[in-house]
Protein backbone atom coordinates (compact mmCIF):
# COMPACT_ATOMS: atom_id res chain seq x y z
CA UNK A 1 0.00 0.00 0.00
CA UNK A 2 0.87 3.83 -0.48
CA UNK A 3 1.35 5.85 1.95
CA UNK A 4 0.02 9.31 1.34
CA UNK A 5 -0.11 12.46 3.26
CA UNK A 6 -2.12 15.63 2.24
CA UNK A 7 -1.24 19.49 2.84
CA UNK A 8 -2.38 22.68 2.37
CA UNK A 9 -5.83 23.29 3.85
CA UNK A 10 -6.24 26.62 5.54
CA UNK A 11 -8.78 29.32 6.20
CA UNK A 12 -9.84 31.26 3.28
CA UNK A 13 -12.88 33.43 2.44
CA UNK A 14 -15.43 32.72 -0.85
CA UNK A 15 -14.12 32.94 -4.17
CA UNK A 16 -10.85 32.33 -3.04
CA UNK A 17 -8.47 29.71 -3.92
CA UNK A 18 -6.00 26.61 -2.34
CA UNK A 19 -4.21 24.13 -3.56
CA UNK A 20 -4.21 21.10 -2.07
CA UNK A 21 -0.94 18.10 -2.13
CA UNK A 22 -0.85 15.19 -1.79
CA UNK A 23 2.51 13.35 -1.52
CA UNK A 24 2.86 9.62 -2.11
CA UNK A 25 5.57 7.38 -0.66
CA UNK A 26 6.17 3.48 -0.56
CA UNK A 27 4.62 2.42 -3.45
CA UNK A 28 5.14 3.20 -7.32
CA UNK A 29 3.06 5.92 -7.68
CA UNK A 30 2.71 6.44 -11.42
CA UNK A 31 1.26 2.71 -10.87
CA UNK A 32 -1.80 4.33 -9.16
CA UNK A 33 -4.80 6.31 -10.37
CA UNK A 34 -5.61 9.13 -7.78
CA UNK A 35 -8.31 10.24 -6.11
CA UNK A 36 -9.75 13.33 -4.04
CA UNK A 37 -12.72 12.55 -1.54
CA UNK A 38 -14.07 15.07 1.13
CA UNK A 39 -16.13 14.94 4.16
CA UNK A 40 -18.48 17.83 5.79
CA UNK A 41 -19.50 17.88 9.45
CA UNK A 42 -22.21 15.60 9.38
CA UNK A 43 -22.11 14.32 6.06
CA UNK A 44 -20.91 10.97 4.41
CA UNK A 45 -18.02 11.19 2.74
CA UNK A 46 -18.23 11.98 -0.67
CA UNK A 47 -16.22 11.86 -4.18
CA UNK A 48 -14.47 14.90 -5.55
CA UNK A 49 -12.55 14.21 -8.71
CA UNK A 50 -10.11 11.84 -10.19
CA UNK A 51 -7.54 11.52 -12.52
CA UNK A 52 -5.54 8.57 -13.49
CA UNK A 53 -1.75 7.14 -13.81
CA UNK A 54 -0.73 8.91 -16.02
CA UNK A 55 -2.79 12.29 -15.62
CA UNK A 56 -4.17 12.02 -19.22
CA UNK A 57 -7.71 11.41 -17.98
CA UNK A 58 -9.78 13.42 -14.99
CA UNK A 59 -13.44 13.37 -14.11
CA UNK A 60 -14.89 15.77 -11.83
CA UNK A 61 -18.26 16.09 -9.14
CA UNK A 62 -20.57 17.79 -10.93
CA UNK A 63 -20.57 20.26 -7.56
CA UNK A 64 -16.72 21.42 -8.25
CA UNK A 65 -16.41 21.15 -12.08
CA UNK A 66 -15.36 23.89 -13.57
CA UNK A 67 -14.05 25.51 -10.33
CA UNK A 68 -11.33 22.28 -9.20
CA UNK A 69 -8.46 21.07 -11.08
CA UNK A 70 -7.01 17.49 -10.21
CA UNK A 71 -3.45 17.17 -11.56
CA UNK A 72 -0.57 15.09 -10.63
CA UNK A 73 3.12 15.21 -11.04
CA UNK A 74 4.55 11.71 -11.25
CA UNK A 75 8.45 12.63 -10.96
CA UNK A 76 6.99 14.06 -7.75
CA UNK A 77 5.04 11.22 -6.41
CA UNK A 78 2.44 13.97 -5.49
CA UNK A 79 -1.42 14.61 -6.77
CA UNK A 80 -2.67 18.16 -6.62
CA UNK A 81 -6.17 19.38 -6.34
CA UNK A 82 -6.84 23.10 -7.17
CA UNK A 83 -9.61 24.67 -6.09
CA UNK A 84 -11.04 28.17 -7.12
CA UNK A 85 -13.54 29.82 -6.79
CA UNK A 86 -14.57 28.15 -3.27
CA UNK A 87 -17.81 28.26 -1.54
CA UNK A 88 -18.76 27.99 2.08
CA UNK A 89 -20.15 24.89 1.12
CA UNK A 90 -16.89 23.13 0.01
CA UNK A 91 -15.92 23.61 3.53
CA UNK A 92 -14.59 19.92 4.60
CA UNK A 93 -12.04 17.43 5.39
CA UNK A 94 -10.23 16.74 2.11
CA UNK A 95 -8.79 12.88 1.15
CA UNK A 96 -6.85 11.53 -1.32
CA UNK A 97 -6.50 8.33 -2.14
CA UNK A 98 -5.22 5.62 -4.49
CA UNK A 99 -6.32 3.02 -6.08
CA UNK A 100 -5.09 0.50 -8.49
CA UNK A 101 -5.68 -2.75 -10.59
CA UNK A 102 -7.41 -3.57 -13.95
CA UNK A 103 -10.19 -2.26 -15.20
CA UNK A 104 -11.68 1.60 -16.16
CA UNK A 105 -9.64 4.26 -13.71
CA UNK A 106 -12.83 6.06 -13.46
CA UNK A 107 -13.61 4.93 -9.92
CA UNK A 108 -15.93 7.49 -8.10
CA UNK A 109 -16.59 4.90 -4.69
CA UNK A 110 -14.81 4.64 -1.73
CA UNK A 111 -14.23 0.77 -2.00
CA UNK A 112 -11.99 0.92 -5.00
CA UNK A 113 -9.83 3.70 -3.21
CA UNK A 114 -7.22 1.03 -1.40
CA UNK A 115 -4.97 4.04 0.66
CA UNK A 116 -5.48 6.92 2.24
CA UNK A 117 -4.11 10.03 3.70
CA UNK A 118 -5.12 11.36 6.90
CA UNK A 119 -7.20 14.58 5.46
CA UNK A 120 -6.70 18.09 5.43
CA UNK A 121 -9.23 20.72 6.69
CA UNK A 122 -10.39 23.31 4.35
CA UNK A 123 -13.20 26.45 5.33
CA UNK A 124 -14.05 28.36 3.47
CA UNK A 125 -15.74 31.95 5.39
CA UNK A 126 -18.68 33.91 4.10
Known amino acids: QVHLVESGGGLVQAGGSLRLSCLAS????????MGWFRQAPGKEREFVATINWSGGNTYYADFVRGRFTISRDNAKNTAILQMNSLKPEDTAVYYC???????????????????WGQGTQVAVSS
Open 97 to 115: AATSGGGSWLRTAESYYGS
Open 26 to 33: GGTFNTYH
